[in-house]
């Protein structure tokens, strides 16, 4: 699952090389912006043959409007971090989950709460799976050690997750 997918790139990028993706964003973002980008790179060829079977298939978490997108499968789905997550994703699609993406998505201090519970969230619902959450994000704090009020700093945000 990819948090905060922007226009898709990183989702798409991953879908295209063989990941099963779902892309999740404010609703918005995912009629606007990144259902049009599926879209459009659904056309992306699969470089190398795909020889399995069960690859032809959408994987029944991404159904029913999954799409082959080179070498893999995304979809995608609003996601709010300030509502509770089974809310917004259906049992299959958060129990599902190996990988938890997020890149630049917790720039302003008051989002890294939010992030951090849907993450907790996802991890809890797909504990069998024991997934891996992979955060990158900009600096905007001036120096190391110097706190902001607005901007999410790197020992903000090193905080926030120890804490958990």
Do not use: H
Request: hydrophobic share 40%; glycine share 6%; charged share 20%.
């Amino acid at each position: 699952i990819e948090l905060g997918s922007g226009v898709g790139v990183v989702g798409t990028y991953l879908s295209a090389i063989g990941s099963q993706v779902l892309l999740t964003d404010l609703p918005t973002l995912v009629e606007n912006a990144i259902d049009c980008n599926l879209l459009r790179n659904k056309k992306i060829p699969a470089s190398i043959p795909i020889l399995s079977s069960d690859e032809n298939a959408c994987p029944s978490w991404l159904a029913p409007d999954g799409m082959r997108i080179g070498k893999g499968w995304a979809n995608s789905t609003s996601l709010d971090w300030t509502f509770p997550l089974d809310e917004q994703l259906t049992k299959d699609q958060s129990s599902s989950i190996d990988f938890i993406i997020a890149s630049d998505v917790v720039f302003l201090a008051s989002m890294l709460t939010s992030l951090l519970n849907t993450v907790q969230s996802l991890f809890n619902a797909s504990s069998s799976n024991n997934p891996s959450f992979i955060l990158s994000f900009q600096r905007r704090d001036a120096k190391d050690g110097e706190e902001s009020a607005t901007f999410t700093t790197v020992n903000g945000v090193i905080a926030a997750v120890e804490k958990r």
